[in-house]
């Protein structure tokens, strides 16, 4: 007997100890049966509640839409992957790509200054759409992995915009995309070969299903509330003349990255790759070639 199984026939025996016409030797034989199937399978009286309606959780969501900027002046192969890799964490928010200059901007509306004392201009930037507290965690996510990677790739070769710098953080970034890619695969596959067998895999469920109709729901918002329709694209092609052991570098360095959704200050984040680093944070990270002008003091 599965969960799915366990919870209909401990609902069946408290229905029948509630019926008046039962006699009370059958209702105490069904309490008893009943609460040794709970203890069994671990099931709670919450547990046996049905759970709220995926399509309304979502239609009940507040949606919008957040900005997230390159690490350089315009988005590069390897953050149009990590872009991708970061909706599929999330599940359930999606993203597109706008050109045009725009000036550089933290998520709280802060303008971001270059060494020169301007604002620092892009020529392009990503903005991920859906419920409003996952695009916020989306856009830093993105962002902060972005500052992660082009940096780890000064470090080793000097940059990332070309040559081996390039090859390195393209690596980087599919290694992140497949990790996802993986961790989808086999939640699927549990689901197929374990479903509803454990309280688990239950919830495993259901909250894909929550995910999905909240990822349906942002498209439609997305048309009917912005007026927007997007036209699917792909990952493009990357580097064509690439330095496949720079390559090979970045995906092993990605394949030990902690990317994850899971709550921790950023001060935590450590990442083991040939050499320790702590990252504090996407300022900091550039030290000394970037510093940020709140109210026209520098910190």
């Not at 201009?121 to 903005?127: A, D, G, T, W």
């Not at 759409?129 to 962002?143: H, I, T």
């Not at 549990?190 to 109709?213: C, F, H, P, S, W």
């Not at 330095?243 to 360095?253: L, M």
């Amino acid at each position: 007997m599965n969960l799915t199984e366990a919870k209909k026939t401990i609902k069946d025996l408290l229905n029948r100890a509630e019926d008046d016409a039962s006699a009370d030797l059958e209702i105490e034989a069904a309490l008893k049966f009943a609460r040794r199937l709970m203890l069994r399978h671990n099931i709670s009286e919450e547990d046996l509640e049905d759970p709220q309606d995926p399509h309304e959780i979502a239609a009940d969501t507040e949606y919008g839409q957040t900005d997230a900027f390159p690490f350089a002046s315009r988005l590069t192969q390897f953050e149009i992957n990590l872009g991708h890799a970061v909706c599929n964490l999330v599940g359930t928010v999606n993203w597109y790509r706008v050109s045009g200059s725009h000036t550089k901007k933290t998520r709280h509306g802060t303008v971001v200054f270059g060494d020169d004392g301007h604002p620092r201009k892009v020529i392009s930037k990503c903005v991920f759409y859906g419920p409003v507290s996952d695009c916020n965690e989306a856009a830093d996510l993105f962002e902060e992995w972005s500052t992660v990677i082009a940096t780890m790739s000064r470090l080793k070769h000097g940059g990332f915009v070309r040559g081996s710098g390039r090859s390195y953080v393209e690596g980087f970034s599919m290694a992140l995309y497949d990790k996802v890619k993986k961790i989808n695969n086999d939640e699927l596959r549990d689901l197929e070969a374990n479903e509803g067998m454990t309280k688990d895999i239950v919830l495993l469920g259901q909250a894909r299903e929550v995910m999905k109709a909240k990822k349906d729901r942002a498209e439609e918002w997305l048309k009917e509330e912005q007026g927007l329709t997007l036209t699917k694209g792909g990952r493009g092609k990357g580097q064509q003349d690439r330095d496949w052991n720079a390559y090979d570098q970045g995906r092993t360095d990605g394949d030990k990255a902690d990317f994850s959704r899971r709550e921790k200050a950023k001060t935590d984040r450590i990442w083991e790759v040939g050499i320790t680093l702590t990252f504090i944070s996407p300022v900091r990270c550039r030290g000394a070639r970037t510093r940020k002008r709140t109210n026209g003091e520098i910190t």
